[in-house]
């Protein structure tokens, strides 16, 4: 926030907060750097969370959103406006990378980093309420966030984008190059698949919420 | 609605999808009616709350700010880089545009030394083919060129009979024309010359022969005159071509039709080194 209002004392910068992203895309293709800054700073967080929702890492993440402004700075003429937003264009360059990466590194185990980022993802759970609900809702999220991740690719891809991203199945369809049907299809049976992997979960917390609740009191 | 209609609606239902109000009634309706339908459109919300908060969790994430730096030094470098490009690309348009235009002018160059010759060549031979026989007065002593060897090995004359005492006439000396073009084989060899021949104080018929029209001819073989040799002949020498009064043939032993008798024939006189007249054949 202290940046926007910091960008938005300078008039030029004001004018490119309220620009659209295909004038802010033109201006950066014709060498504005303070375009592609309020680019970045519009659409970097969208990618950045459908990177990190989809792998589960933040450094991977990053890369991911690094590589994809980087893309659009050279190739930035790729973008067609009449196949759809600037939006799910990135997100859709960010979903190719992402796949290439996955697809690479496969055989690789994963590191320290995936249980710090899962430590710091708890840590940004947001608090409400009691301590007790905060840790149940935390703990309950966490597992939902490491169900999505276990899904696969083609599900995971369509639960992040829908209902993580609350995109519409046309956009999803934009993002994924495929037709709106097979989006809906793929949700159906990516939604199942959480619940089923849920559902254990939830009724072993069913059962664990009682004695809990009784060594609280006691 | 049945269950298998329910379960296809039931994700939308669940996450409040736009959808026909009757349809959203209907599964209502069924849901309150099959219990199996309503755990399942349970599910499928308590999913989509999860989801949500989820959502809401992760809202604040972004990406560190030193992606923002790293991604403002990659498009200077790339604006660099661009920039380089287009001049070297401009330079090296420049110096193509050079390098064409020296082409060009090399070509056309080339093109006008062709043009120039082909229409010096046409012109060479337009006039040959159109000026008029020349007449000249040949001197007496006038130079000539070596005949082809090959052409002097054709001359046989044991082959004909040899009409001994019989001079060339008196005050005719031969000369070829300088302004003769070469044959270009031995077969024309002779037809190549011109002749330029005077008899006495009178110019003799001379024509110019077309060298380019290999018309047919029928000759006869050269006849050694009197007082040649077989020495003189290895000497070398010039074949040329002159015209005669027919009876001319006469005083060599051809027959001649009295009938015809002023008409001019055509002969090869084989001339020595020497400029005498050493054998000769006639044409027709």
Known sequence: MAVIRRIGAHPQMKQLINASDIELLQRMSAGDEEALTALYRRRQAGVYRFALQMCGSRTLAEDIT??????????????????????????????????????RERFYAPLEESAGDEVAMLKSLRLADGPLEDFTRRESIASLRMAVLALPTRYREVVVLCDLQEMSYVEAAEVLGCAVGT?????????????????PVRDEQASEAPAKSARCFA | ???????????????????????????????????LCAARLQEEETLTQGLRELTVSMCDERASVEIESRIAVAFREHLAASHSVAKASSSSASVGLARSSRR??????????????????????????????????????????????????????????????????????????????????????????????????????VQSLNILAPTVEVTTGFIPIGYS????????????????????????????????????VKADVWVGADGLARAIRFVQ
């Not at chain 2, 040799?229 to 074949?239: I, L, T, Y």
Request: with cysteine; hydrophobic share 40%.
């Open chain 2, 104 to 205: 060009y002018w090399s070509y056309a160059a080339a093109a006008a030394i062709l043009l120039t010759a082909a229409l010096g060549l046409a012109a060479n031979r337009l006039w040959w083919a159109t000026s008029p026989p020349p007449e000249q007065v040949a001197e007496s002593n006038g130079s000539s060129t070596p005949a082809n060897p090959k052409a002097l090995e054709k001359v046989s004359p044991s082959a004909h009979p040899v009409a001994e005492g019989m001079p060339v006439p008196e005050g005719v000396t031969i000369k070829p024309d300088s302004r003769a073009p070469r044959s270009r084989s031995p077969k024309y060899a002779s037809a190549a010359k011109t002749l330029v021949a005077t008899k006495s104080r009178n110019t003799v018929t």
């Open chain 2, 229 to 264: 040799n077989a020495a003189n002949v290895q000497e070398g020498g010039q074949v040329v071509r002159l015209e005669m009064p027919r009876y001319a043939m006469a005083r060599f032993g051809v027959p001649i039709n009295e009938e015809r008798y002023a008409e001019m």
């Open chain 2, 1 to 35: 609605m049945n269950c298998q209609n329910f379960g296809s609606i039931v994700n939308d239902l669940a996450r409040n999808q736009m959808m026909e109000a009757g349809a959203r009634e209907q599964a209502q309706l069924h849901s309150l009616s099959c219990d």
């Open chain 1, 66 to 103: 690094q590589e994809v402004f980087i893309i659009l700075i050279r190739d930035g003429q790729r973008f067609d406006p009449a196949r759809g937003t600037l939006s799910t264009f990135l997100v859709g360059v960010a979903r190719n990378l992402l796949l290439q990466r996955l697809r």
């Open chain 1, 183 to 199: 989006v809906r299809s793929r949700l159906h049976r990516g939604r199942a698949l959480l619940i089923e992997k849920m559902r």
